[in-house]
């Protein structure tokens, strides 16, 4: 199916003073991106990608420049239904397990939006629950959902059917369901109403604009709430993903004639096509008379994996404890804000569990129960300092992870990274501090690499089109994450390692071999700073121009303190600064104290972590329908 693009007009505020709205209270539409990098968008890279209508929106809209999530997907998807954060409700990490699942003891947002007089519809990733019926998106309070279960489906095109390669999971099965209400249903793979073939964005988009439409003719008493988390620009769940993970329409690959390796070329385009979606959404809602009653915003989930993404001037990315990987991409548009804070940047700290206080108080004008869960939302009503009106941000820290008496491990979400020692991490005002051991790789500051002088063209490197289609593929950057898959950068164009062209060692940032590492030796799991961390503990000094991992002061080694409004690439580590120590001790407390009031792991995994009998049920569930399904089914 080829894309269709629609240009919008310029938008026209309407000013609002106060959130007491006149009935139907404001349209809210979430768009989440998945692995949506810092400086993936054409407005932040200089045009290097072109996504004209999420540029213009922004210029429209409110920026939010220090906007936290988790470093990685699902724990941020169960803070923003949540409105706490990822480890307040279980999720410490999960990256590496599927069976995990928010407790129902927590509203979730769509449910708490339902009783205000909102219908709520669910379109795309969902990766908070599957394990039991009770974990369901429409279990939790959407009306409808079309979408996945879990991280990624298959391929972009065929949706985890026969013919897109074998599947991530265990079970081989089908990841894509259409369901309403109780009556959980996976979605057609074949026959008329066949989704395959047919690229994710819009499959995604075209179910929000019938949503959209329908909501106009049918339901204009009441107020719309659609959560539309796109694929794009996730890779896909193929077990050739580092090959072949990343897809967009041919036609969409070609408007980059002078983008360097395939990788960008196809991420480009995955981002180009979300902005198709975003555009298309938009029309929809000022073709329905909906638009000048709506709030839209749009986040990432976490910050861009370096292996397709960039995050500059960030440090890092996915899965690290950086801000890179922890900062992201996020703004809000709507006619309701008043036009004095069109067009500019909110530097106050905001985080993934605000939206829930925000919505429901902010912007939907209600009043906030007393009780929503076992633990007290950790979000604040962020609605007044977006809109210009409270000066000052309520939010004072963010507490990205913690280590506790529930959970005492971290290995993000890179293949071979340690399980024994994890890593703490939190923002109190201006400092950042960060205890323990993260192995994953990609420390390094990445921008969008400059185009070339001539044109290069597509399949250079390892992209390629299925035969038949205009679907285009490419694999992720090699040396990234610590896997071994897709190509080397041999010109260094990325400032990312190259593993497969050099023989297992760093084309271009050779920070490693200064603290002590023997040039050439090929890096473990943990990449080039993995290799740093034995150097460090026998030099007890850091690298002076990327520092590795932070080690935890109970091994007699330095953590990490950053001052992260002067120090925004984290170059300049003050934990070994005499004049910080009395802070450091304040701060380690702060972060322990906080980190001492988070739940049991069964919040997050109501059948037990890890549990292969639930697995077994579930595989045996698929064998017999071809879909994921609960084990309650």
């Not at 409105?83 to 590496?96: A, E, L, N, Q």
């Not at 407790?103 to 769509?110: E, N, T």
């Amino acid at each position: 199916t080829t894309t269709m693009m629609i240009v919008l007009a310029s938008v026209v505020g309407l000013v609002l003073a106060t959130p007491a709205w006149a009935l139907p209270k404001p349209h809210i539409i979430q768009i989440v991106s998945d692995d949506l990098g810092y400086n993936d968008l054409g407005i932040r890279n200089g045009g290097k990608t072109l996504t004209p209508t999420i540029n213009s929106l922004i210029q429209g809209g409110v920026s939010l420049r220090s906007y936290y999530t988790f470093r990685v997907c699902a724990p941020t998807r169960a803070s923003l239904m949540t409105g706490r954060y990822p480890w307040g409700v279980g999720f410490y990490d999960m990256s590496d397990d599927a069976m995990h699942c928010v407790d129902p003891q927590f509203q979730m947002l769509p449910s708490m939006l339902s009783k205000l007089g909102y219908r709520t519809h669910a379109i795309g990733k969902w990766d908070v629950g599957f394990v039991l019926r009770e974990c369901l998106p429409t279990n939790r309070g959407f009306l409808t959902f079309l979408g996945y279960y879990t991280a990624c489906t298959a391929d972009y095109w065929m949706h985890g059917a026969p013919g897109a390669g074998a599947a991530f999971g265990p079970c081989n099965d089908v990841d894509f369901h259409d369901s309403v209400g109780a009556d959980i249903a996976g979605a057609a793979m074949s026959g008329p109403n066949s989704l395959n073939s047919t690229y994710d964005q819009v499959v995604f988009t075209r179910r929000a604009m019938e949503q959209i439409e329908d909501h106009a003719a049918n339901h204009s008493d009441s107020s719309l709430y659609i959560y539309l988390a796109y694929h794009n620009v996730h890779d896909a769940c193929q077990k050739d993903r580092f090959t072949s993970g990343l897809g967009a329409p041919l036609e969409t690959v070609e408007m980059y004639p002078t983008t360097i390796l395939d990788t960008w070329k196809v991420q480009a385009a995955m981002t180009t096509e979300l902005d198709y979606g975003v555009a298309n959404v938009t029309a929809a809602l000022k073709a329905t008379g909906l638009w000048s009653n709506t709030v839209m915003i749009l986040v990432s989930d976490n910050g861009g994996p370096l292996d397709h993404s960039t995050n500059s001037p960030l440090r890092g990315g996915k899965a690290t404890e950086w801000e890179g990987g922890y900062r992201v991409e996020a703004w809000v548009h709507s006619p309701l804000l008043p036009q004095t804070v069109a067009g500019t940047d909110y530097h106050g700290m905001m985080h993934s569990s605000d939206w829930y206080v925000t919505f429901i108080v902010g912007v939907a004008g209600g009043a906030f129960p007393d009780n929503t869960g076992p633990r007290a939302p950790d979000g604040h009503n962020m609605w007044e300092a977006i809109a210009g009106r409270n000066l000052t941000s309520p939010r004072t820290e963010v507490i990205h992870a913690v280590q506790n008496k529930y959970f005492n491990s971290s290995g993000g979400n890179c293949p071979g990274c340690s399980k024994n020692v994890g890593v703490s991490a939190a923002r109190f005002g201006d400092m950042k501090i960060i205890l323990g051991i993260s192995e994953c790789s990609g420390s390094t500051v990445v921008a969008w690499p400059e185009p070339a002088v001539d044109p290069v063209p597509f399949g250079k490197t390892t992209g390629w089109v299925r035969d038949g289609t205009n679907w285009a593929y490419s694999g992720l950057l090699a040396g990234v994450n610590g896997h071994e898959g897709g190509h080397g950068d041999p010109q260094c164009s990325t400032g990312l390692a190259d593993k497969s062209t050099n023989g297992g060692e760093v084309c271009c940032l050779k920070s490693c071999t200064q603290c002590g590492c023997p040039g050439g030796k090929p890096f473990g799991p943990g990449g080039k700073d993995g290799c740093c961390v034995s150097a460090i503990a026998e030099s007890k000094k850091m690298c002076t121009d990327y520092p590795p991992p932070c080690i935890m002061k109970e091994q007699g080694l330095p953590g990490c303190l950053f001052n992260i409004t002067a120090d925004l690439n984290e170059s300049k580590n003050l934990r070994n600064d005499p004049s910080y120590l009395a802070l450091w001790e304040k701060l380690t407390g702060m972060l322990e104290d906080r980190a001492s009031t988070g739940p049991p792991l069964t919040s997050a995994f109501p059948l037990g972590e890890k549990n292969k009998t639930t697995e077994t049920e579930s595989c045996n569930i698929a064998n017999r329908t071809g879909y994921l399904f609960p084990s309650d089914y």
